[in-house]
C-alpha cells in the first residue's frame, strides 16, 4: 500500500518532519511518501491562502493517482482543495481536519477545536457545519501563534496550548479537543498529559495518524469517495499557466 502525503506549502523545509510523523502513524507495510507544492504559499492561514494553495494540490492529487498511489492525504487542517480533488481523482482523498472531526464525535458529546489564530475562527466554525457537526462543537479557540513561528520556542507552543485547552474542558464544556493544526502534530499526548495534571482528563486528538489510519482502512476495504457526490467534471477550456486538471 502507498500512502502520498501533499504538503499544501511551498515550504518544503516541512518534508523531513511530514515524512516522519505519517511514516509512525502508518502499518508497518505501507509505503508513505510526500510532495511540496511548487507554488502556492508558505502556510495556509486565511480564505486566500486556501484559494492559491488549491491549484497545485490538484495537479498534485492527479500526479499520485497516476503514479499509482492507492491514497491521498493532504497535510492541513483547513482541508483545502480535498473536495475538488476527489471530483478529479478515484482513489481515497483524506483531510485531516475531516476525519479527526467525526472521530471526535465519536469519541464524546462535545469537543473543541484548537486554530492558530483568532481570524481562523468563523472558517473552522463554517468547516464543523460542512462536515455537518455544529452540534456537537463545544468550541473554536486561537493560541495565536502564527504556523510558521509554532515551532521557534516549542515549550512556550506546548505551554499555551495546554492553558487554551484547560478553557476549552473547564469554560466551554468540551469532552475531546482537536488541535486545528498539523503543526502540532506529535504533541497531542503531551497536551493530554498537561490537561491530565489540571484535572482535566479528555482525549487529545493527533490528526495525521488519524488520518494515515482512515486512508489505510478504505484501501484494505476497497472504498472509496463516492461519485454521485464527487462527480467527475466535463471538459471545459481554462486558462491557467501550469496547470492541467483533467485526466
Request: net charge negative; with cysteine.
Amino acid at each position: 500500500m502507498h500512502i502520498r502525503i501533499i504538503n499544501p506549502t511551498i515550504t518544503k523545509s516541512w518534508e523531513e518532519d511530514t515524512q516522519r510523523i505519517y511514516q509512525g502513524g502508518a502499518n508497518p507495510g505501507t509505503q508513505v511518501s510526500v510532495v511540496t507544492l511548487d507554488w502556492g504559499t508558505a502556510s495556509i492561514e486565511n480564505y486566500r491562502d486556501h484559494a492559491l494553495v488549491i491549484p497545485d494540490i490538484l495537479n498534485k492529487t492527479l500526479a499520485a493517482e497516476r503514479d499509482g498511489v492507492d491514497a491521498v492525504i493532504v497535510d492541513c487542517m483547513g482541508d483545502p482543495g480535498v473536495a475538488a480533488a476527489r471530483e478529479l481523482v478515484s482513489i481515497p482523498v483524506i483531510g485531516p481536519a475531516e476525519a479527526s472531526m467525526h472521530l471526535a464525535a465519536i469519541l464524546g458529546h462535545r469537543f473543541s477545536v484548537l486554530t492558530v489564530l483568532d481570524s481562523q475562527k468563523p472558517m473552522v466554525e463554517q468547516q464543523v457545519a460542512l462536515y455537518g457537526l455544529s452540534n456537537k462543537l463545544a468550541s473554536v479557540r486561537a493560541f495565536n501563534i502564527p504556523v510558521l513561528e509554532l515551532e521557534k520556542d516549542p515549550a512556550t507552543t506546548l505551554k499555551t496550548v495546554i492553558n487554551v485547552s484547560v478553557r476549552c474542558v473547564r469554560e466551554d464544556g468540551a469532552h475531546v479537543i482537536v488541535p486545528g493544526c498539523t503543526g502540532l502534530a506529535g504533541m497531542a499526548p503531551r497536551i493530554q498529559a498537561g490537561l491530565a495534571e489540571q484535572g482535566c482528563e479528555v482525549p487529545v486528538l493527533d490528526p495525521p495518524p488519524i488520518a494515515m489510519k482512515l486512508a489505510e482502512a478504505l484501501v484494505s476495504l476497497g472504498l472509496s469517495h463516492s461519485k454521485r457526490t464527487y462527480a467527475t467534471p466535463q471538459t471545459k477550456a481554462y486558462q491557467f499557466p501550469g496547470l492541467n486538471i483533467y485526466r
